[in-house]
């Protein structure tokens, strides 16, 4: 059973920054493209940017693309977010997620297309 773990929300100032980390266990780290979402209060969960399972594809959602980066470790079964210059609206709750794929699979925004989701760890930004 594939399980996914994050770690390392907090409360921060904008203009702050905050590493998000998710490990996965019960599965092969490798089988799994990677990604990010995020859910604020009373609003739909959106996604934030996702990783290909070797790490050399990249995607990001228009309002984090230059703040955030998303990086993987396959040896130790973790994705990372790097979010930098946060801001207010940045506030929510983060999501880990994990697809399938399989070579140069497509990497997917749809948060339907994903199989395996954490329980979500909390950035606060303050102004």
Sequence with gaps: QVQ???SGGGSVQAGGSLRLSCVLSGGTFTSYAMGWFRQAPGREREFVASISWIGERTEYEDSVTGRFFI????????VNLQMNNLKPEDTADYYCAAHRQY???????????YEYWGQGTQVTVSS
């Design 4 to 6: 996914l773990v994050e």
């Design 71 to 78: 990086s993987r470790d396959n040896g130790r079964n973790t």
């Design 103 to 113: 070579g140069l699979g497509p990497l997917h925004r749809a948060e339907a297309l």
